[in-house]
């Protein structure tokens, strides 16, 4: 597949592409800040864990 057909199968990507709605923004937003929270309530359990077993000389 050459630089020119892969350029065509994006613009037609592109024209088929919509923008998202209010709701569907709204819902993208939560999940990613519900990931978000839940990696960094992982990252605060472990180092909890890890003050726990090893002290706090780290």
């Known amino acids: ?3 020119k057909d892969w350029l065509s199968q994006a613009a037609r990507t592109l024209k088929l592409a919509v923008k998202p709605g209010r709701e569907e923004l709204w819902l993208s937003v939560k999940i990613s800040l519900l990931g978000i929270g839940a990696v960094g309530l992982i990252g605060f359990v ?3 864990l890890s003050y726990a077993v090893g002290g706090a000389s780290s």
């Open 1 to 3: 597949m050459g630089v």
């Open 46 to 48: 472990i180092k909890l």
